[in-house]
């Protein structure tokens, strides 16, 4: 083999490595990533099927109910203009509250109902997720009515 052509084949491995590397850094982040979702659009659709995703919004007055085992929590997340029935089972953080902003990661049941495996709050009278607080925004904006899924 003549070195040019050497040089070519190392350059042609050198690529596919590098292409190889990229596909599996690519897998590994698509595999990982959970996108956020309000209410409104988990009702419209958006939200992902048998897949883990964010919902957030806020924790509907009245609706927390704490089973007798002492660690599944029943509670709805809302935007003001639709409303998500979700279950955890866990403890939750101290600052986990009706009326407060939540973002829980899960899945979505053919029910309807959101099983949480993780749940945050927001950690200050003033914090709140930006994208909770977009989509809270955009349902005031529309001026709905609270809908159940």
């Known amino acids: 083999m003549k070195l040019r052509h050497k040089r070519l084949a190392i350059v042609a491995i050198g690529l596919a490595a590098l292409a190889g590397a990229t596909a599996l850094v690519l897998n590994a982040f698509q595999s990982n990533l959970v996108f956020f979702f309000s209410p409104t659009e988990v009702h419209q659709g958006k939200a992902p099927v048998d897949r883990v995703f964010r919902i957030g919004g806020l924790v509907k007055e009245g609706s927390v109910q704490r089973e007798p085992d002492g660690l599944t929590t029943r509670f709805v997340v809302t935007d003001t203009a639709r409303v998500i029935p979700a279950v955890y089972s866990g403890i939750l953080p101290d600052l986990f509250a009706e009326g407060k902003g939540v973002v829980a990661d899960g899945k979505l049941g053919s029910d309807g109902l959101f ?16 994208e ?18």
Do not use: C, F, S
Not at 115 to 130: G, S
Not at 133 to 144: F, M, R, V
């Open 115 to 130: 099983t949480a495996n993780r749940v945050l709050a927001k950690h200050d009278e003033n914090y709140m997720p930006p």
């Open 132 to 149: 909770a607080a977009h989509a809270l925004e955009q349902a005031k904006k529309a001026g709905k009515t609270l809908k159940p899924y």
